[in-house]
């Protein structure tokens, strides 16, 4: 007579085992918390598609981010909003724009401390897109590689340590590669926003960065939602021209193309849980129907478990106080 294998029953019952054998651990080493930085001083304006989240001034981020290492979050992401908008988008690359100064009063003050920048164009241009324009309306792919690269030499410069353009124009991580090792930026990483889909979920971050193209859509170059094949050629490119690290965006309904992009390629991965998909988290929690704490928890050990190695999301600084408050038990836990 064959009896019933109880032992993952016994695994489950005691809390103990259940850690002993517990196959994804999620570490606050792997979540990066962005932000978004305007020209200014003194500023800290709430951004109402996005609960808890700032536009930062240059001076005041500093203070945010001496709590952000206090709770033992390593790096951040930062978006830029300019002081005035153009055709082609110029304020990207200034020495004087807000990321770069950001960058500098960073790196000042808090060394260890990682710091990415986002290299697109869509917040500095006029029309809202991610390159720029022609005279028909379409995106000139090669007019905004030189710009892109141009906008990422400059965060280096200001001390960037990984740069992550997320515009998706062709060819843009081989043109940043050959610019920074051109300045003797050779150690400056590439976190490439590989595979980048048309997506719904990027509504309350457009408001926040004030980029909501002003005709047409970014079809034609981000990705088809309905697309994985496509995606594992983007990631081999840009894997091919030089990227350090590639990134899925958005996360909770990719998971499948993280979790084939990690097996086949055994690189660096990134997973951005976006805007829109912290904001229905917040909506639910505010009117009452979802445990917050838990459903961030299992959503960023979903990530991991897929095969992401960093994650990029607005609830990490949440996450960081929950666990080191002793609530990290949650759906598996965060370790410090």
Not at 109 to 117: D, G, K, Q, R, S
Not at 161 to 170: G, Y
Not at 328 to 336: D, I, P, T
Request: overall charge negative; charged content about 25%; glycine content about 8%.
């Amino acid at each position: 007579m064959k009896f019933p294998d109880t032992r993952p029953r016994r695994m489950r019952k005691n809390e103990s085992l259940r850690k002993l054998v517990r196959e994804t651990e999620l570490s606050l080493s792997q979540l990066v918390m962005p932000y978004f930085v305007k020209p200014g001083r003194n500023l800290k304006e709430p951004i109402e598609s996005l609960p808890g989240q700032f536009h930062w001034s240059p001076d005041l981020l500093l203070e945010e981010l001496e709590e952000i290492q206090g709770l033992g979050l390593a790096a951040v992401l930062l978006f830029g909003l300019p002081s005035r908008k153009d055709e082609g988008g110029t304020e990207a690359s200034s020495p004087e724009g807000s990321v770069q100064e950001a960058v500098r009063r960073i790196k000042k003050n808090f060394p260890e401390l990682a710091v990415i920048t986002d290299v697109c164009l869509c917040a500095y241009t006029s029309h809202g897109h991610c390159g720029v324009v022609n005279e028909r309306g379409e995106i000139d792919n090669d007019r905004s590689l030189e710009i892109l690269a141009q906008t990422a030499l400059s965060h280096a410069e200001a001390g960037a340590d990984i740069v992550a353009p997320s515009d998706m124009m062709d060819g843009r991580v081989r043109a940043i590669r050959r610019s920074l090792d051109q300045k003797g930026f050779e150690s400056t990483a590439i976190l490439s926003y590989a595979a980048k889909y048309a997506s719904a979920f990027y509504g309350p971050f457009r408001e926040a960065a004030h980029s909501t193209p002003q005709f047409g859509d970014r079809q034609s170059y981000q990705m088809d939602p309905a697309n994985r094949e496509e995606a594992m050629r983007e990631i081999q490119m840009d894997i091919e021209e030089g990227a350090d690290l590639v990134m899925v965006k958005p996360a909770l309904a990719y998971l499948d193309v993280i979790r084939e992009a990690k097996a086949r390629f055994q690189f660096p991965m990134a997973a951005y849980n976006v805007s829109g998909e912290y904001a229905m988290v917040k909506a639910a929690a505010q009117a009452g129907w979802i445990d917050e704490k838990k459903i961030v928890f299992e959503i960023l050990t979903s990530l991991r478990r897929a095969g992401a190695g960093v994650i990029l999301t607005y609830h990490a600084k949440e996450a960081a106080q929950w666990a080191k408050a002793g609530s990290g038990a949650l759906a598996g836990g965060l370790r410090l």
